[in-house]
């Protein structure tokens, strides 16, 4: 089946810092999605791309739908502490059937 | 924050015994979902539902029933719970669009 990958797996940043993180496909999506998990918690829908080449913002969030339609990246500016989490992107696969990357970790050193 | 409610919300069970986790939801979205999030894997589809008594196998569904009799409840079961079942179980629901709003999730241990 389809899979996504991520990169990094992990990261660790000092606060203040920008992060970038990509999500890639062998496959063609037609919808991006990037989500945030706390630790506990379920994940929570950041932003949602529908267009190639789109550009979305969600305040210090920017994600962009790659040309190709087989990535994705998403960049948070000036890291604060509350960024710590795991960054999951997710795409549909056979209509409402999902699937997900394995995610990335990060971390905000203070 | 969408209303969706997993219950219980921890549970140890041992192998050979049956467990039915419950999700619940107020938002009367028509899409529901069962995942499952191990380390390593991120979150891997379980099954699925697209209506009532309208459900769908996803990636590993292996060892797990479900039920929907109600738009509101969908229902995971595990028949008989094994070691390897023992993982954090997320529900998600979602309309027609392609956004998901996850539930707080259940740890399950199977021992």
């Known amino acids: 089946g389809q899979q996504l990958n991520q990169s990094p797996q992990s990261m660790f940043i000092q606060e203040g810092e920008d992060v970038s993180m990509n999500c890639t496909s062998s496959?063609?999506?037609?919808?991006w999605l990037w989500y945030k998990q706390d630790p506990g918690e379920g994940p929570v829908l950041l932003i949602a791309?529908?267009?190639?080449?789109e550009l979305t913002s969600n305040g210090r969030l920017t994600a962009q739908f790659g040309i190709t339609r087989k990535d994705s990246f998403l960049n948070i500016s000036a890291s604060i502490p509350s960024d710590v989490g795991i960054y999951f992107c997710?795409?549909?696969?056979?209509?409402?059937?999902?699937?997900f990357g394995p995610g990335t970790r990060l971390s905000v050193l203070p | 924050d969408a209303g969706i409610t997993q219950s219980p919300r921890h549970k140890v069970t041992e192998t050979g015994t049956p467990v039915t986790l419950r999700c619940h939801q107020t938002?009367?979205?028509?899409?529901m979902y069962w995942y499952r999030q191990d380390p390593g894997h991120g979150l891997r589809l379980i099954h699925y539902?697209?209506?009532?008594?309208?459900?769908d196998k996803g990636e590993v569904s292996d060892g797990y029933s479900v039920s929907r009799s109600k738009t509101e409840d969908f229902l995971l079961t595990l028949e008989s719970a094994t070691s390897s079942q023992t993982s954090v179980y997320f529900c998600?629901?979602?309309?027609?669009?392609?956004?998901?709003?996850f539930g707080p999730g259940t740890r399950l241990t199977v021992t």
């Open positions: 997710a795409g549909p696969v056979n209509g409402q059937n999902f699937v």
């Open positions: 496959s063609i999506f037609n919808t």
């Open positions: 791309l529908y267009k190639a080449g």
């Open positions: 938002e009367n979205h028509r899409y």
């Open positions: 539902s697209y209506g009532v008594k309208d459900t």
């Open positions: 998600a629901i979602a309309d027609l669009g392609y956004e998901q709003y």
